[in-house]
């Protein structure tokens, strides 16, 4: 390499995360020497040796960050990034060592011959980078985090003349460089042993592409295309119809991976390959990729003499071409092999001589593709220099009637002049879609497949570019989250964010926005002049960092990458991104205020990573009530939880408590609308809202939080518990004088003493709450997903009235629920209403009449996934199909049901259901199955005191008995519960099976 001087890139202003690769470098034996050596003596070795160190850093592009009396410290990955810095600082390791080696005259007396006098240890790791440290101490910026420490003790523990490298930097280096046997280090502040290695040297040449993909590759996927329109032009070529084809696209695209996919396919043919790698530490030197591809051909080893080099290349271009033999002058020039007259003179001046030369260069080219023909390619020529580019310029124009097919990869930039030719054409690699990145990760992951979400997650973030999906899966099955990125992206990615320059802190400060952001709030965001932004923006859609969008969404601004996005944000200090998602949460509440509305978890996002807590966990309240609002329930669900969590971070006090009382009534309401009425988490939430709400002497809350426990209660069966709330609802109602109280609670206590079987006390307290009942009042916005309690109270009086024995009473009441709910447009109470209008319409044995409603109860049910409703639904199917004569229908239908209760914790109307059941097996002869069915009736009747239709239950008993002297004694006792119930129709039917037993002589 030529190690030339680069000016040192501008610092970032701020400090910032970076991974970066660092490089300890130490003088060996210098205490030995300050004895042995005279102060100014030892102070001009040490001068020596660290401008020997400094050249060939810089040659690389790293950063000497100090000099230590004798040892330097380097960084590979600052103040710029670039995708190879693991192994940019391995080079420049090797290259030190190689330099000092061979220092005329040695750096010390005594070093002749043995090896140079230098440690260098090298480790990668993130690091906050950018503090200066020390008063005017210009050069000394540090690096805090593990790897200058493990670095250090690298170096310590490195032999004489020895680069030792930590694990994570030789992974990043991967295939790169070849290295001795594994260290298991012991090193101080470590537990355990530590893996090392220790460098030999560098890879025999191959492409970049095999250097760091030495093991299998990934399955082919996609690309027939691009792959068949390469696989023409060879045809092409092999008939004499050469030329050259442009593959462009950015990194990870997959260029070098379609080229190998070429020569797979062209595999059985006879052609002469030739591979010319560019590289990006030679972009300056003359025909770099040219020279190495020949050294490679002639097999030169490592540390041999120039002789023997020269005897190889005079082989080589001998068994190639007698003709070119005469060249081998320039080609040994080209090699830097002294000649020493064996070859004829070269011309004096250097254009003759480079002339000469690109003519030899065409001339070997011709020669081999007169035997067979040739596939050359030209990888990455990004990094081309100057030199190389006029010899492809020259061999592209010549190829176009010889056998051979040049491809050129690069990932964009400046358009080669041969573009323009005929025989010239381009493939540009555009990004794979989600189902070939889908199949790619899947692939990838063959050994542990990924799970569905994961895959998802992964295919989103590498939006189609295959290097990204590789990674991400490979990192996912190392233990790191879909979120973290790779460490081995990270360096590429930095990388491109690098050569933004000032355009840089634009986009981190976008990427704390989101992968998202308006010119308007970056605007507001940044203090730069409206020019200068324009400028930055421009810079950051050109280098493709950005994408600006087309109108209208014109001034809309997004990350091309999720990664690249995730980069710019990663780069952040901690305390950077707090401050900047404080700025952006309030420049959003003053810039964007319809967005407070649309997207508040956009809010509680910013504020909860600015440190508001209280704020955010408000914010997600918000987003949790919308989303409630529109059904989203899973979402309002997430978004509750969350907010309560926030809080965790908020001092205790009662503006904790209240955001936390709100948070957990929309958690209770949310699982109540994902688990059903009956959900323990609900329960949970509103009991722990409970204790809120009264701790804060907050009575309309206490009100609705009672409510919400009621409902759990009241979908369990579970009745004396659901009545304890009613008594408080009124009782707070009475008290206050509070009219929506008030009817809450007798809503409550009706419904209770109807299930409880008090049909009277629930006659009274439903007809008060529907008196009370105001629609508007009473809808409460927030628990959208309320029971509406004027048409609950309807409904259930309804069935009150048959029961007392008003039939006539009871069809009208139903009308009037099922039209009280259709003007309220709710489908819960809709399917409520239609329900209970079913019920009293099976009650007075008109299943026709009911076969409208009940169809309806179906498709309301259905279409808005109201389980438990749609549960009663079968019942009252299965009913309807035993009272007219389909009884083994219509016990399936009711098994299906009770299975359906028990699923989900539903215990309400179990007696009812199974009395049901029990007469459809009466009805068959099947008189062990209804007795048991009544048997787990009375059970369910005893756990929670439903006794309501206990009276039904006696009677079935009396008709599965008979004929028997018990079926009697069963029939009498429903009519004695009848009376005490006031349940004359319930009585009715009881009195008509026993007179209709007894004149069977059945009883
Ligand atoms: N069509 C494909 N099928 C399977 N794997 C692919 C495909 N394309 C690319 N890959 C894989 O994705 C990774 C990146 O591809 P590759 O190295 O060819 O990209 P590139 O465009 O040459 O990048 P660079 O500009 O860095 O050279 C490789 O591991 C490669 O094997
Ligand atoms: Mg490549």
């Known amino acids: ?188 502040g470590y537990v355990g042993r530590v893996l090392a290695w220790q460098v030999l040297g560098t890879s025999r040449q191959r492409s970049r592409f095999e250097l760091t993909h030495p093991g299998e590759l990934t399955p082919w996927v996609g690309r027939e295309t691009e792959l068949e329109h390469l696989l023409a032009r060879w045809r092409g070529a092999g008939a004499g119809q050469g030329g050259v084809v442009l593959v462009t696209g950015e990194a990870g695209i997959g ?152 491809v050129v990869t690069s990932r964009g930039g400046t358009e080669p002049a041969w573009l323009e030719l005929p025989q010239a054409s381009v493939l540009s690699l555009e990004r794979l879609t989600p189902a070939e990145s889908a199949e790619l990760a899947g692939r990838v992951a063959t050994r542990s497949p990924l799970a569905e979400d994961t895959l998802a997650q992964i295919v989103a973030r590498a939006d189609g570019v295959p290097l990204f999906a590789e990674e991400l899966v490979q990192a996912v099955g190392a233990g790191l989250s879909t979120r973290d990125i790779p460490s081995t992206l990270h360096d590429l990615l930095m990388a491109r964010l690098d050569r933004l320059g000032a355009a840089k802190e634009v986009a981190q400060v976008a990427a704390a926005v989101g992968r998202e952001v308006s010119r308007q709030l970056l605007a507001a965001l940044l203090p730069m002049a409206q020019r200068e932004l324009d400028e930055a923006i421009e810079t950051l859609a050109t280098s493709a960092v950005m994408l600006t969008a087309a109108p209208p969404a014109a001034p809309l601004l997004s990350f091309r990458h999720a990664l690249l996005h995730d980069a710019a944000y990663a780069s952040l200090l901690l305390s950077r991104r707090r401050e900047l998602h404080g700025t952006i949460a309030e420049a959003l509440e003053r810039l964007e205020p319809e967005r407070l509305r649309s997207e508040p978890e956009l809010l509680s996002h910013h504020h909860a990573q600015a440190g508001h807590a209280l704020q955010a966990a408000r914010y997600s309240g918000a987003a949790a009530l919308r989303a409630l609002e529109r059904s989203a329930n899973l979402e309002a669900l997430r978004h509750a939880t969350h907010g309560v969590d926030l809080l965790g971070a908020v001092a205790e006090g009662a503006e904790r408590e209240r955001a936390e009382l709100s948070l957990t009534m929309l958690a209770g309401a949310a699982h109540r609308a994902v688990h059903g009425f009956a959900s323990h988490e609900a329960e949970r939430c509103f009991a722990r809202a409970l204790v809120l709400s009264e701790r804060l002497g907050d009575v309309p809350s206490a009100v609705d939080v009672r409510r919400g426990l009621f409902s759990c209660h009241y979908a369990r069966g579970e009745l004396a518990l659901a009545r304890a709330q009613g008594r408080h609802v009124a009782g ?224 079935v008993k009396g008709e599965l008995l008979a004929p028997s002297p018990q079926a009697r004694a069963c029939l009498q006792h429903a009519i004695e519960v009848a009376q005490r119930q006031s349940a004359r129709s319930l009585e009715q039917r009881a009195s008509e099976t026993l007179a209709r037993l007894h004149e069977q002589g059945a009883t």
Not at 13 to 30: H, I, W
Not at 147 to 159: D, K, T, Y
Request: aromatic share 6%; with cysteine.
């Open 732 to 955: 707070i109602g009475e008290q206050r004088s509070d009219r929506a109280a008030r009817m809450l609670g007798q809503w409550m206590l009706g419904v209770m003493s109807m299930w409880q079987g008090d049909f009277r006390g629930a006659r009274d307290e439903l007809a008060l709450a529907i008196e009370l009942y105001v629609p508007d009042e009473h809808r409460s916005k927030m628990l959208a997903a309320q029971i509406d309690p004027g048409v609950n109270a309807m409904s259930h009086l309804a069935w009150v009235h048959w029961i007392l024995g008003d039939a006539e009473a009871a069809v009208q009441t139903a009308g009037r629920a099922v039209q009280a709910a259709r003007d309220l447009g709710q489908p819960f109470a809709l399917a409520m209403a239609l329900f209970f209008g079913c019920v009293v319409r099976g009650c007075r044995g008109e299943f026709e009449a009911a076969q409208p409603l009940l169809s309806e109860l179906s498709a309301v049910t259905a279409e808005h996934r109201l389980s438990f409703l749609g549960t009663c639904a079968h019942v009252l199917r299965g009913q309807a199909l035993i009272e007219t004569g389909a009884c083994e229908e219509g016990l399936r239908e009711l098994d299906v049901a009770l299975q359906e209760f028990g699923a989900q914790e539903a215990g309400l109307g179990r007696p009812w259901a199974l009395a049901i059941a029990a007469s459809g097996w009466q009805r068959l002869g099947m008189r062990e199955h209804g007795l048991r069915a009544i048997d787990a009736a009375f059970a369910a009747v005893e756990r929670h005191g439903e006794r309501h239709w206990e009276a039904e239950l006696w009677r």
């Open 1 to 188: 390499m030529d190690p030339r001087a680069h000016p040192t890139p501008a610092a970032p202003a701020l400090p910032e995360r970076r991974q970066l690769t660092v490089m300890f470098c130490d003088l060996a034996g210098s205490t030995a020497l300050s004895r042995q050596l005279d102060p100014e003596d030892l102070r001009a070795v040490i001068r020596r040796f660290q401008e020997v160190v400094r050249v060939v850093v810089a040659g690389y592009e790293g950063f000497v960050s100090q000099y230590m009396g004798d040892g330097v410290l380097a960084y590979f990955g600052y103040p710029v990034a670039h995708e190879d810095d693991a192994a940019r600082a391995i080079h420049a390791g090797l290259g030190i060592v190689e330099a000092i080696r061979t220092l005329e005259p040695p750096l010390l007396p005594e070093q002749s011959g043995g090896p140079a006098p230098v440690h260098i240890g090298i480790s990668t790791g993130l690091v906050v980078v950018g503090d200066r440290f020390g008063v005017g101490a210009s050069h000394e910026i540090a690096a805090i985090g593990e790897a200058p420490n493990l670095a250090a003790r690298l170096q310590a523990a490195a032999e004489t003349g020895c680069v030792v490298i930590a694990e994570r930097t030789r992974q990043l280096a991967a295939g790169r460089f070849e290295y001795a046997a594994p260290m298991h280090l012991e090193l101080k």
């Open 255 to 406: 260029k070098s991976r379609l080229v190998k996919e070429l020569v797979r396919r062209i595999g059985g043919t006879p052609l002469h390959r030739l591979l010319y790698q560019c590289s990006p530490y030679h972009t300056h030197s003359a025909l770099h990729p040219f020279i190495r591809q020949l050294e490679n051909a002639a097999h030169f080893a490592p540390g041999e003499s120039a002789a023997s080099r020269l005897d190889k290349l005079e082989a080589l271009l001998a068994a190639s071409s007698p003709a070119l033999a005469q060249a081998t002058g320039l080609f040994a020039e080209l090699l830097s092999l002294p000649t020493e007259g064996r070859h004829p003179a070269l011309p004096s001046t250097p254009q003759q001589r480079k002339v000469r030369t690109l003519e030899a260069m065409l001339g070997r080219l011709q020669e081999l593709a007169a035997s067979r023909p040739v596939l050359m390619v030209l990888e990455d020529a990004h990094w081309i220099d100057p030199t190389s580019s006029e010899l492809l310029d020259l061999l592209a124009t010549r190829a176009a009637d010889m056998p051979v097919l040049i």
